[in-house]
């Protein structure tokens, strides 16, 4: 006969071996990978699904494969040219070896975090203040080259580098107003004097026209004295010499020989 110590026995074997049991399997989800030290040494890379580890042997450390985001902090940066500049940036990143990422650094996301801030320090500070204004492109290139050099190592992929803002100091934006204002005050300068210029030419060449045929400008006096008389009810006196009325008995014939 079974005594009441042995049944207690069986069932605290039981329960001993369904907690062993528990301990022994793990889930690990689709983006996931679960990296297996087994007393100290790596084992392997296991998952997706329902792992089998031993308990109080083995550990797992679990690597997320999704693509991490990583906010650079505003850095404040000299330029090539003396200027002071406040710069900020997105690095987006994901694990494509898990082993290298647990093995070859401690903590992967504040070593990718702090290589690309000292990474974009060194790139904006060996430019100068246009060049970072209009070369924003230039700058995600050249950054995700750099963090991709250094942590294909690591087992992780830059997939893309992105400038966010770039902020001036508000001495810094005026200057860069008035001198805005300066350059179009400048280029309306240039347009009008070459509207003058070519108003310039057009009436010399008139001039020479003129010249050349008397009747001509006698007759364009006429019409500017009609054009003047058609803005409003006013009389003008004009003084006129002996051209003037040649010109009007010239009219006179050219007009009559028309009609016959």
């Given at each position: 006969?079974?005594?009441?110590g ?9 329960i ?10 793990r ?24 792992i089998f ?6 550990r ?35 694990v ?32 100068e ?32 580098v ?7 100091s ?18 309306a ?13 057009i ?22 004295l ?27 014939n ?7």
């Amino acid at each position: 006969m079974i005594s009441v110590g042995e049944i207690l026995g069986l069932v605290f074997l039981v329960i001993i071996i369904l907690i062993f049991l528990a301990m022994s399997f793990r889930i690990v989800t689709e983006w996931q990978r679960a990296v297996v030290l087994r007393l100290g040494r790596v084992l392997g890379v296991k998952g997706p699904g329902i792992i089998f580890l031993i308990p109080f042997v083995d550990r797992p450390l679990l690597v997320d494969l999704r693509i991490v985001t990583v906010e650079v902090p505003p850095q404040t940066i000299v330029t090539k040219d003396n200027v002071t500049v406040t710069i900020d940036a997105v690095v987006y990143y994901k694990v494509v070896d898990p082993l290298k990422a647990v093995v070859s650094v401690s903590n992967y996301p504040a070593a990718v975090l702090n290589y690309a801030q000292t990474s974009l320090r060194d790139i904006v500070g060996q430019m100068e203040l246009d060049e970072i204004l209009t070369k924003r492109e230039e700058i995600n290139r050249r950054l995700q080259e750099i963090l991709d050099t250094v942590t294909e190592g690591w087992g992780i992929k830059v997939t893309q580098v992105t400038v966010r803002d770039i902020r001036l100091s508000p001495e810094l934006l005026s200057a860069m107003a008035e001198q805005a204002k300066a350059e179009r005050l400048r280029r309306a300068k240039i347009i009008l004097s070459e509207g003058e210029r070519q108003a310039a030419n057009i009436l010399a060449e008139a001039s020479l026209s003129y010249q050349n045929n008397p009747v001509a400008l006698q007759l364009r006096f006429l019409e500017m004295l009609s054009d003047i008389s058609q803005r409003g009810n006013m009389v003008i006196v004009v003084p006129a010499g002996q051209e003037f009325y040649a010109t009007l008995s010239t009219l006179k014939n050219v007009i009559t020989s028309t009609k016959q």
